[in-house]
């Protein structure tokens, strides 16, 4: 079945460095959305790209949709401790069009 | 955005027992969504809850087990019947945002079966 993949799991970063992560799907995704889940927290929405090789910034946080619509990332520059918790891309299903998330990439900053 | 009010927040439940979560919506939505996080896992959808008919069920779970009710366009509750332990886990509940396209989730249930 259509997958969302994401990399890496887990990321350990000091303040101030940057922070990339990975979406990649099985399948041409017709959007993509971000979302962040803070420790102990629900999954807020961030973001959706729609567009070929669309790029959107929020701040210190810029997103990118692959050309063929099949991959995205999401960059943080200078993370702060306030940047800390797990981020999940997710794409509708080809067949049903409920969001599939991805495994989601958690993200520690030391102070 | 619309404003989940999702509850209980968390419970301490005994196996064979069953727990209702309820989420309530501040405005009307036509589908309201389940999913389940299990610790440090992602989130999986269980069900679709649909108003004026029957929820729609992902592979690997029944309405036997998780049975939802959609009384009206804002309320949603999902039943875990006869818990076991493996039931522990963050349940959420979710609808879609028609301005900014992405979904809201209510602030979860975190249930520990015993």
């Known amino acids: 079945g259509q997958q969302v993949m994401q990399i890496p799991q887990y990321q350990h970063v000091q303040e101030g460095e940057d922070f990339t992560t990975y979406c990649n799907s099985s399948t041409t995704l017709s959007n993509i959305q971000w979302y962040k889940q803070r420790p102990g927290g629900h999954p807020v929405f961030l973001i959706q790209l729609v567009k070929s090789g669309e790029v959107k910034k929020q701040k210190r946080l810029t997103f990118q949709f692959g050309e063929a619509k099949k991959n995205s990332s999401l960059h943080i520059t200078a993370t702060q401790t306030t940047d800390v918790g797990t981020y999940f891309c997710?794409?509708?299903?080809?067949?049903?069009?409920?969001?599939?998330f991805g495994q989601g990439t958690t993200l520690q900053v030391k102070p | 955005s619309a404003v989940i009010s999702q509850k209980p927040s968390r419970d301490i439940c005994q196996r064979g027992t069953s727990l209702t979560i309820q989420c309530q919506v501040d405005?009307?939505?036509?589908?309201m969504f389940w999913y389940r996080q299990q610790p440090g896992q992602s989130l999986t959808l269980i069900a679709t809850?649909?108003?004026?008919?029957?929820?729609?069920?992902e592979s690997g779970f029944v309405i036997d087990k998780f049975p939802i009710s959609r009384p009206n366009l804002t309320f949603s509750t999902l039943t875990v019947s006869n818990m076991s332990p493996e039931d522990s886990s963050i349940y959420l509940c979710s609808v879609g945002d028609s301005v900014n396209y992405g979904y809201t989730f209510g602030s979860g249930t975190r249930l520990t079966v015993v």
């Open positions: 405005s009307q939505v036509t589908m």
């Open positions: 809850a649909n108003q004026g008919s029957e929820a729609t069920y």
């Open positions: 997710a794409g509708p299903s080809s067949n049903t069009g409920k969001l599939i």
